[in-house]
């Protein structure tokens, strides 16, 4: 109990000493307030010239710290700025002159709310410059829209009579101006710290050297992408915009046909529809501009250069084989860095093409091909599940997943899929598969979503090629049951609908003549 009691008489002391010590301080700051206030004159001297009448005339009212307000916003781009050309500009917006100090005291209201950043100098003659450094456009516009807000809201209030003019401040109010002024300028140390803080966000904000090659390393120099317009057709862009021209976007047009009903909408698949022949439903292709050269189709450059960090490498060009895949002797190929399959899965439903049974899928010799690397499975409905059992049986373990969302040409998801039993697939997955420890491979460039227009049957995204590339530059890589629209520089592509046999690797050809010497890769070997 005795300590106890000790204890709170020794929290009461320490209370009783922590109160004297606030009323000293209390009286310091009073003393010195007073002593600024008395050091400013109450009366002013004789040679004092009388104040402004203009300042009078207009008050510093929100109409007019609006307008500064906005003629700060258009002069940010010029900062630094003088105030006199703040002046001017206000003067021209207002319509009537306004005294200079109006504007300095507005300015050193803003920089106290910490909108700008002010520097005052002296010019030999011992005239006063005032100059605004910086500026917060974001707090700028926040304020801007109060003010417009409180105008508002102050107009659609009753006006109340007319007051009285309000007696003269007295002139002791100055020292509690110079006061106000003196609390509000910011110090040398906040300055320096400020300066400081604005270099480390600019060093911040620039790209480092490693970003830098990445950058350069996968930047497309020869893309030629062109944005869509939204409103599809030149047709409503022109009633949209209310103007004489369509934008220079790229639009579309319909194809209408005699049993096109209109009223019925869009067709999903556009201008892919399989039965466009009898489809009622309005169908889209691309509006080709009438100044537009008919450009032929490129052929892959042999000079292609992929810039890497410690060589240059060139890619080689598309090389395809027309082969069987279920007999076909994979092990003369060699080893590759990455494999992409679409099978054609056995899905229970009608396809344009033929497919491989779920035993016939396992006993791929998909193992031949890598001992280390990643490997891209498209699977879609029932299997995906068996898209997983077969990369297990392969070796491989799956370490992540790309979806596909299917689009028409309007940017538009698919809502009638073609597949799916119970309900319409509007997308598809590709399973992605690691075997051993690959070696240069960047992690982290791409989303694992890809959204792309539908083309013909099967018909897989170009993006997914590009994923790749990046993922893994400058290396062999291998593409089964592809058709010509695959062939890719750098890519080996087989199957069963590719034009023959095309290869240039010396060493490859070697290997495929003294396998195949009649060049046959489709029969079913004795």
């Not at 002013?44 to 207009?58: I, L």
């Not at 080893?335 to 679409?342: G, N, R, T, Y």
């Not at 890598?370 to 029932?382: A, D, H, K, P, S």
């Amino acid at each position: 109990m005795t300590d106890t009691w000790s204890d709170i008489q020794a929290i009461k002391s320490q209370r009783s000493s922590l109160r004297e010590r606030i009323e000293r301080r209390k009286k310091l700051s009073e003393g010195l307030v007073q002593s600024l206030v008395q050091s400013v004159p109450l009366e002013e001297p004789e040679n004092t010239p009388p104040p402004e009448p203009a300042t009078n005339q207009h008050p510093i009212s929100p109409e007019v710290e609006h307008q500064l307000l906005l003629c700060l916003t258009d002069a940010i781009v010029d900062l630094p700025i003088e105030a006199k050309h703040l002046h001017t500009s206000l003067c021209k917006s207002l319509g009537h002159e306004l005294p200079l100090g109006l504007v300095h005291n507005l300015l050193l209201k803003f920089s106290t709310q910490k909108l700008i950043t002010l520097k005052e100098t002296l010019t030999p003659d011992g005239e006063r410059t005032v100059t605004i450094t910086s500026a917060e456009h974001t707090k700028i516009l926040a304020v801007t829209n109060d003010i417009i807000a409180s105008l508002k809201l102050s107009k659609s209030r009753p006006q109340p009579a007319p007051e009285e003019p309000a007696a003269k401040k007295p002139k002791h109010d100055k020292g509690n101006d110079l006061l106000e002024n003196l609390l509000s300028t910011p110090s040398t140390r906040e300055k320096e710290t400020k300066k400081y803080g604005e270099e480390i966000l600019e060093l911040l904000s620039k790209p480092t050297a490693k970003e830098r090659s990445l950058i350069e390393r996968f930047s497309s120099h020869t893309a030629q992408v062109k944005e869509y317009c939204p409103r599809v057709t030149k047709e409503e862009c022109i009633k949209m915009s209310n103007t004489t021209q369509a934008c220079t976007k790229l639009h579309f047009k319909k194809i209408l046909q005699k049993h096109t009903d209109e009223n019925l909408g869009d067709c999903s698949f556009l201008n892919t529809c399989f039965h466009m022949d009898t489809c009622k439903y309005v169908h889209y292709e691309v509006e080709v501009p009438d100044n537009s050269v008919d450009r032929k189709e490129e052929k892959p450059h042999l000079e292609t250069q992929l810039s890497l960090e410690d060589s240059v490498a060139k890619l080689f060009p598309p090389q395809w084989i027309q082969c069987d895949l279920r007999y076909f002797d994979m092990t003369i190929l060699g080893k590759f860095s990455v494999i992409m399959a679409d099978p054609p899965w056995d899905i229970h439903m009608e396809l344009p093409y033929g497919t491989l049974s779920d035993d016939e899928m396992r006993q791929l010799n998909i193992p031949c091909l890598q001992e280390e690397g990643l490997i891209f499975l498209w699977v879609t409905g029932r299997a995906m599940e068996l898209g997983r059992e077969c990369l297990q049986l392969w070796g491989y373990e799956r370490c992540d997943e790309l979806i596909w969302v299917k689009t028409n040409q309007l940017q538009r998801i698919i809502r009638t899929g073609r597949t799916g039993h119970w309900m319409n697939h509007g997308k598809e997955h590709c399973l992605v598969g690691i075997k051993g420890n690959p070696p240069n491979i960047n992690r982290g460039l791409d989303c694992d979503v890809i959204v792309a227009e539908v083309r013909a049957t099967s018909h897989k995204p170009d993006e997914i090629y590009g994923i790749i590339e990046r993922l893994s530059p400058g290396t062999r890589k291998i593409e089964l049951f592809g058709r010509m629209q695959n062939v890719q520089p750098n890519w080996i592509t087989l199957g069963n609908q590719l034009n023959g046999v095309r290869l240039l690797d010396p060493y490859l050809m070697e290997k495929f003549k003294a396998r195949y010497p009649d060049g046959n890769c489709m029969r079913k070997p004795d």
